[in-house]
């Protein structure tokens, strides 16, 4: 008889799918921020997570193109 393995029921499995990811890196404070592309389409939205070197935790938003450009000065258009 063959070996199946664990079955596992979890509701949460794992993706397949890559999440388009970009990264940054603060040349003039301890900060690196990750842009991920979310599914949201009109407009596009993105998950910005800005990690903190000085303040020790992380800090998430939820941004349109325009938004990132206009508070961090990055234009996703030209990395695309």
Do not use: A, R
Request: hydrophobic share 30%; glycine share 4%; with cysteine.
């Amino acid at each position: 008889m063959n070996e199946f393995g664990i079955i596992n029921t979890n509701c949460w499995q794992e993706s397949k799918i890559s999440p388009k990811l970009k990264t940054f890196v603060n040349t003039d404070s301890p900060q690196v921020i990750h842009i991920v592309e979310s599914g949201w389409e009109h407009p596009k939205m993105y998950s910005v997570i800005i990690e903190d070197g000085e303040l020790g935790y992380p800090d998430l938003q939820f941004l349109n193109s325009d938004q990132i450009k206009n508070k961090y000065n990055i234009n996703l258009n030209h990395y695309e």
